[in-house]
């Protein structure tokens, strides 16, 4: 046993304020060693590296995890952020094979003390173990808590459908937006029912969103609640109303073919736009029958008019990725 080892395991057992205190000073002194000598100090753990003191705990955890896992969490309650950082990697190391390890992650999470990028990177990385820890963080005071839990729940479809309805109508937008990521991978009824009403949420990022959740779930169902809001207020919910219907298809014809002659120029547009995408502009090009490409030229204006005759001219046709592919062949 080297002298760091013995400094870690006789403080564990001393106490908590004292293994505190001897843990940032082998913190400390691992910063130090490795801005002077990086190479000499550093432990290789898959494409990372890490202090020998984070080794140290690591190997306690292995031998001794009563005591590694009291004095790793009274880490992550540490005013230091170095010691919180530690005692995160440590756990992150050790939860591969001790469940109290995913207790601690989760508790890491649920102080967000630590980045919660990287905590709920490491929960993310060990599912489905994790699962059943994270539900009850959905109701969590903290925003940013619920918001990433309930991101993580997309990997636990049975948890999702029972625990992230509900958190549709929380009350910040960013958990809201959270919960139709996450019920794309539900795509259950109940999914697009909770879709379809937060189209007319107050905020551009859940109605964006709440396009791409619907459009995922059920395109036929979604395509005609779509199409108001390719003339949205918001760029972003424009444009992922634009893109939701296009994965629609043939569905999302229907739907916006009649507002080719709307009142609206920005509903005109997007209509023209998503008739482009799909490819019927293109097929309809050289075989107007009935004036289709002429009610799309009209919507859609100058410039995709323009677009339009490039392609003809490159023989280059958008739809199933037709233009992109001939462009990436040239």
């Known amino acids: 046993m080297d002298g760091r080892t013995g400094l870690v395991v006789v403080c564990a057992v001393a106490g908590g304020a004292w293994a505190l205190l001897v843990l ?64 995160v990697t440590a756990l992150a190391s050790l939860a591969d094979r001790h469940d109290w390890a995913i207790d601690g992650l989760v508790e890491a999470l649920a102080e967000a003390s630590e980045n919660p990028v990287r905590v709920a990177g490491e929960l993310d990385r060990l599912a489905p173990r994790p699962g059943p820890r994270l539900a ?21 479809p049975a948890l999702a459908e029972q625990h992230i309805p509900a958190c549709t109508s929380d009350p910040s937008p960013n958990v809201r937006g959270a919960a139709l990521e996450t019920l794309r991978a539900v795509g259950s009824a109940a999914a697009l029912r909770h879709a ?3 189209l007319e949420d107050p905020h551009p990022q859940v109605r964006a969103q709440a396009c791409r959740t619907a459009a995922a779930v059920s395109g036929r169902a979604s395509a005609t609640y779509l199409v108001p809001l390719l003339a949205d207020t918001s760029w972003w919910v424009r444009d992922a109303a634009r893109e939701a219907l296009v994965t629609a298809g043939d569905h999302a014809t229907l739907a916006v073919e009649p507002v080719l002659e709307s009142g609206d120029q920005a509903l005109r547009s997007g209509a023209a736009l998503v008739l482009q995408d ?38 280059l046709v958008l739809g199933d990725g037709g233009a992109l592919e001939a462009e990436a062949a040239s």
């Open 278 to 315: 799909i490819g019927h502009l293109d097929a309809l090009v050289g075989d107007d029958e009935g004036g289709r490409l002429e009610r799309i030229y009209g919507a859609g204006g100058r410039r995709l008019r323009g677009a339009a005759a490039e392609r003809a001219r490159r023989g």
């Open 24 to 87: 940032a000073l082998l913190v400390g002194r691992a910063r130090h060693r490795r801005r002077t000598r990086p190479l000499a100090i550093v432990t290789e753990v898959g494409e990372w590296k890490q202090p020998p003191a984070v080794t140290e705990l690591v190997e306690l955890g292995d031998s001794d995890g009563r005591t590694a896992e009291s004095l790793l969490y009274e880490s992550l309650r540490s005013e230091i952020p170095e010691l919180r950082t530690a005692g």
């Open 136 to 156: 009850p963080l959905v109701a969590h005071p903290n925003p940013v808590v619920r918001a990433y839990a309930v991101r993580l729940l997309s990997r636990y």
């Open 196 to 198: 379809l009403r937060l």
